[in-house]
């Protein structure tokens, strides 16, 4: 049974919306950390979006703000990535991870700069111009 599940990517023209979503198997989401990350083709992998419970809001790269809305289901035990005005530089494998707290305790960072304990396998999302 994989943890992480991820679904919804595939390929958009730019301008458009993809929804993202991240199934959990396994354990449930409460005092876990949850992120969104992706990797485009030579590059490193970066934190699109995360919410480190108890650290504030959300937080957004620079690049996708405005654009991205992170949220989860705890009920659905899932989470999802909404991606609006989608851009050819979005292009990437987007991954969904998450993070015990009960192992870490509160992060002291309000970023996506944490390693997941579980990682999903990717989806890829291909914007044309």
């Known amino acids: 049974q994989v943890p992480l599940q991820e679904s919804g990517g595939g390929l958009v023209q730019s301008g458009g919306s993809l929804r993202l979503s991240c199934e959990v198997s396994?354990?449930?989401?409460?005092?876990?950390?949850i992120g969104w990350f992706r990797r485009a083709p030579e590059s490193e992998r970066e934190g699109v979006s995360c919410?480190?419970?108890?650290?504030?809001?959300?937080y957004y790269v620079d690049s996708v703000r405005g654009r991205f809305t992170i949220s989860s289901d705890n009920a659905k035990n899932a989470f999802y990535l909404q991606m609006n005005s989608l851009k050819p530089e979005d292009t990437a494998v987007y991954y969904c991870?998450?993070?015990?707290?009960?192992?870490?305790?509160?992060?002291?960072?309000?970023?996506?700069?944490?390693?997941?304990?579980?990682w999903g396998h990717g989806t890829q999302v291909s914007v044309s111009a």
């Open positions: 991870a998450a993070l015990d707290l009960n192992l870490w305790g509160k992060l002291p960072m309000t970023d996506c700069s944490w390693i997941g304990d579980y």
């Open positions: 919410i480190n419970t108890g650290n504030g809001g959300p």
């Open positions: 396994g354990f449930t989401l409460d005092h876990f950390a």
